[in-house]
C-alpha cells in the first residue's frame, strides 16, 4: 500500500510541478515586455502639415517631421520627437512663430512642452529664446524658468525665466541678467 501512495503522490505532483514551471515562464515573459508594450504609441504620424480653423478663419498651421500618439495611456499626450514649427495667426491676421527640436503636447491639461532650441518670433518681430517654454492652451499663457533671451527693437534682456499672455502684451523677463538697448 505504501507503494501505490508514493505512485499516486508522484502522479498528482508531476503535473502541478509541470503546470507551474509553464504559468511561471509565461508570467516573466508578460513582466519583462510590460515597460516596452505600455510606451507603444496608438499611432505614428509623418509629414504633419496640420492647419487649424476657427469659425472659418485660420488660427494656426503645425508642420512636423514626426508625431507619436499616446493617446490610449492614463495621462494622454502627443510627442513630436523631431520638433515642431508652429505658425499662429492673431484676430488681425499677424502671424507668429515658434520652432523648437522637440514637443509634447499633454492632452488632459492642455499645456504644450517645447524643448531645445526655442525660438518664438511675434508678429513684431519680438523673439525669444530658450531651451525650454511651456504654453498652458486654458488660459493662454507662455512661461519657462530656463535662461532666456528676450529681443525687442528696442533692447535684450537676458534672465531667468519668462512670463507673458499669448499676445506678449504683457511679457516678463525674470531674474533679469542684463539689458542692452539698442540704436538703429
Known amino acids: 500500500m505504501n507503494l501505490n501512495s ?9 503535473p502541478i510541478v509541470v503546470t507551474m514551471f509553464f504559468s511561471c515562464n509565461n508570467t516573466l515573459k508578460e513582466v519583462q515586455n510590460v515597460g516596452i508594450e505600455t510606451y507603444v504609441p496608438m499611432s505614428i504620424a509623418e509629414n504633419i502639415n496640420t492647419k487649424y480653423t476657427d469659425s472659418g478663419r485660420l488660427t494656426s498651421i503645425l508642420i ?26 492673431d484676430q488681425a491676421n499677424q ?48 512661461f519657462t524658468n530656463y535662461p532666456v533671451k528676450f529681443r525687442t527693437k528696442d533692447y535684450i534682456t ?8 499669448k499676445d506678449f502684451t504683457n511679457a516678463q523677463v525674470l531674474e533679469v541678467k542684463g539689458r542692452i538697448f539698442v540704436d538703429e
Open 6 to 14: 508514493n505512485i499516486s503522490i508522484k502522479n498528482i505532483v508531476i
Open 64 to 89: 512636423s517631421p514626426k508625431m507619436l500618439n499616446f493617446s490610449n495611456r492614463d495621462f494622454p499626450f502627443y510627442e513630436f520627437p523631431e520638433g515642431v514649427d508652429l505658425t499662429m495667426f
Open 158 to 165: 537676458n534672465g531667468n525665466g519668462f512670463d507673458s499672455n
Open 95 to 142: 502671424k507668429s512663430t515658434i520652432k523648437s527640436d522637440f514637443a509634447i503636447v499633454y492632452s488632459k491639461t492642455d499645456i504644450i512642452d517645447l524643448q531645445g532650441n526655442v525660438v518664438l518670433t511675434t508678429s513684431t518681430n519680438d523673439t525669444l529664446f530658450t531651451e525650454q517654454l511651456f504654453y498652458d492652451q486654458k488660459k493662454e499663457w507662455l
